[in-house]
C-alpha cells in the first residue's frame, strides 16, 4: 500500500490545526506511521485517530504526537525519556530529532512490539519493559521527560532526574480528559509554562492492571 498521499494529507491537516515547527513537522513527514499500527488498521494509520493497538492501549492521534513534539522542543544529542513506549510512534518520531531516546513500557508484550518494530525501522534507542513511575534513575539525569499516559500527579521519583532548564511533559488529572502540562525545572523546581486539554490512557501502577 502506499501512504504517501494520506501522509502528506496529514501535514497539512496538523499545519492547520496550528503545529508549526517545521523540524516536527518533518520529523512526522519521515517516520512510516503504517508500520506501528496493527495490520487491520494500516489503512487508518494516517487519519487523525488514536487506533487500538491491544491491551486496551491506543496510538496517539498524529495531532497528539505532533503537538507533545512540539511542546517537548528536543534537539540533536539531548537525553530524552520517554514513559508509556505504547506501538513506539512517538519514540520513532523523537529519535527522528535526532535525541538519545530512552523508552520505558509497562507492558511486556507492547515494549517487545515496539522494540522490534523501532529496530527495524533502524530508529536506535534504549527500550525496556518495567515501571515507568520510578523513571530511569541509572540513566539520569534527562534534558526531557515525556508521559504518554495521564496521571493524578507527577510521580515523586521522577523530578529528581530531570535537568536543570529541562523539559517535563505530563498529561495530568483524573477522568479521561486531562490536562497536558509542560514544566521547567529552573532553581530546583518545577515552573509551569503550558497547559492543554487531551485525552490520555492512564498511566498504570504496577500492581494495578
Ligand atoms: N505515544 C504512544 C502512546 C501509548 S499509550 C503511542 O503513540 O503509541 C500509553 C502507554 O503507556 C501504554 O502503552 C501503556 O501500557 C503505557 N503505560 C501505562 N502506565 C505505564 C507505566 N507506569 N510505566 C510505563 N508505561 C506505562
New binding site residues.
Given amino acids: 500500500m502506499e501512504f504517501s498521499k494520506q501522509k502528506a494529507e496529514m501535514i497539512e491537516r496538523l499545519q492547520a490545526q496550528g503545529i508549526k515547527d517545521p523540524m516536527v513537522l518533518q520529523a512526522l513527514d519521515t517516520v512510516p506511521r503504517e508500520k ?1 499500527v496493527p495490520v487491520a488498521f494500516m489503512h487508518k494509520a494516517y487519519a487523525e485517530e ?1 487506533l487500538p ?1 491491544g ?1 486496551g ?4 492521534h498524529p495531532y ?2 505532533a503537538r ?1 513534539t512540539e511542546l517537548l522542543a528536543v534537539h540533536n544529542g539531548m537525553r530524552v525519556l ?10 520513532a518520531v523523537l529519535c527522528e530529532l535526532g535525541v538519545h531516546l530512552f523508552t ?4 511486556r508484550t ?1 515494549a517487545r512490539r ?1 522494540q522490534k518494530i523501532l529496530q527495524q525501522q533502524k530508529y536506535y534507542c534504549a527500550a525496556r519493559s ?4 520510578l523513571g530511569w534513575p541509572a540513566m539520569a539525569p534527562f534534558d526531557a521527560i515525556i508521559f ?2 495521564g496521571a493524578a500527579a507527577i510521580p515523586e521519583r521522577i523530578t529528581g532526574q530531570l535537568k536543570e532548564q529541562g523539559r517535563l511533559l505530563i498529561p495530568l488529572g483524573s477522568g479521561q480528559e486531562k490536562t497536558l502540562t509542560l514544566y521547567l525545572q529552573a532553581g530546583g523546581k518545577l515552573e509551569s509554562l503550558a497547559r492543554e486539554k487531551f485525552i ?7 500492581q494495578s492492571d
Fill in positions: 506501528f488514536a493497538i491491551f492501549q491506543t496510538i496517539s497528539t504526537v507533545m520517554e514513559i508509556g513506549t505504547g506501538s513506539g510512534y512517538q519514540s520505558i513500557e509497562i507492558n507492547l515496539a518495567g515501571d515507568g513511575n504518554t499516559a490520555f490512557v492512564e498511566l498504570k501502577q504496577p
